[in-house]
């Protein structure tokens, strides 16, 4: 979803795509939402930090991944480090791209331990299951978008909930194990070899209109199914056995508008100072692990 022409073209010729090339902060990666595109990605402002876009390889064909989110981070995580990101980065990701993201952060580890300094959910909620009754919502598509990637990106979006319905996300602490190649001469003890992420949770405040929506219905019946947690504090994260996000930022707009024009600059704004914080954890555990040396 994109304004320039051009973009809708070039975006899918590398990936992961660079987005922004500089910065003084470390790297970010943002990963697609579920219609499958980095585009909205392009409009964000100044980050002060490099900012790369992985887009969904599939897209053009619109196939499921057999191993659905869980593949999916696999093959990301494959990605990123055949393009030779380093760490420490932060991974994010908008809507599914949070969901992804944080299973590549179960991947890779979080740091000392693994490259991830923190992980960006941009209005990520916990997922609801397809049979929960809830009403298609109005996508916002931006002006110049072609009406050939408005269709892939609405099928794709099809093809995201029924991996949705197949997925369970980390909820509990067992969940958050190292995987058995990584290095585990590095752990201090046994308790080390489980670890949670440091998660910032962007939020909307809005609830995103439906195609059947009326000022008199305003039951969860008859929201959008992204905004089925909407009143909580954590977008439903709650649920998990221990805190899995540490910070909530909430930001104006709805679900499906964030990156528009009315509102990409309050998100750009929240994004980097989501960032800002992950940087600022990792260097204060940075130093406490030098002077527990």
Request: proline share 7%.
């Amino acid at each position: 979803m994109s304004a320039n022409e051009h973009s809708q073209t070039s975006f899918f010729e590398r990936n992961p795509s660079v987005i922004q090339p500089y910065g003084n902060g470390i790297p970010l990666v943002l990963i697609h939402d579920g219609g499958g595109t980095t585009y909205s990605y392009y409009g964000l402002r100044n980050l002060d930090r490099p900012v790369y876009g992985i887009h969904n390889p599939r897209f053009y064909t619109c196939r499921p991944f057999k191993g659905g989110i869980m593949e999916m981070a696999r093959i990301y995580t494959q990605l990123i480090e055949l393009a030779g990101i380093d760490g420490p980065f932060i991974i994010g990701g908008w809507s599914l791209g949070g969901l992804i993201a944080l299973e590549i952060t179960r991947i890779l580890g979080t740091y000392p331990y693994g490259p991830i300094a923190g992980t960006v959910m941009i209005d990520t909620p916990c997922p609801v299951p397809s049979s929960v009754p809830a009403s298609e919502p109005q996508l916002r598509f931006h002006e110049n978008c072609r009406l050939e990637i408005k269709k892939l990106v609405q099928q794709n979006m099809k093809v995201a909930v029924g991996m949705l319905d197949r997925y369970q996300p980390p909820l509990n602490v067992s969940d958050w194990s190292y995987e058995d190649e990584q290095d585990y001469t590095l752990l201090d003890s046994a308790s080390d070899t489980r670890f949670l992420p440091h998660v910032v949770l962007l939020k909307a405040q809005g609830y995103a209109p439906t195609l059947n929506q009326t000022e008199a219905s305003s039951s969860i019946v008859n929201s959008a199914r992204v905004d089925y947690f909407r009143d909580f504090t954590a977008l439903g994260w709650e649920k998990a056995e221990e805190p899995l996000v540490s910070e909530v930022l909430l930001i104006p707009g709805n679900h499906y508008d964030l990156f528009m024009d009315e509102n990409v600059k309050s998100s750009s704004n929240a994004i980097r100072k989501a960032c800002d914080n992950l940087e600022a954890d990792l260097y204060e555990t940075r130093h406490n692990n030098s002077d527990s040396d």
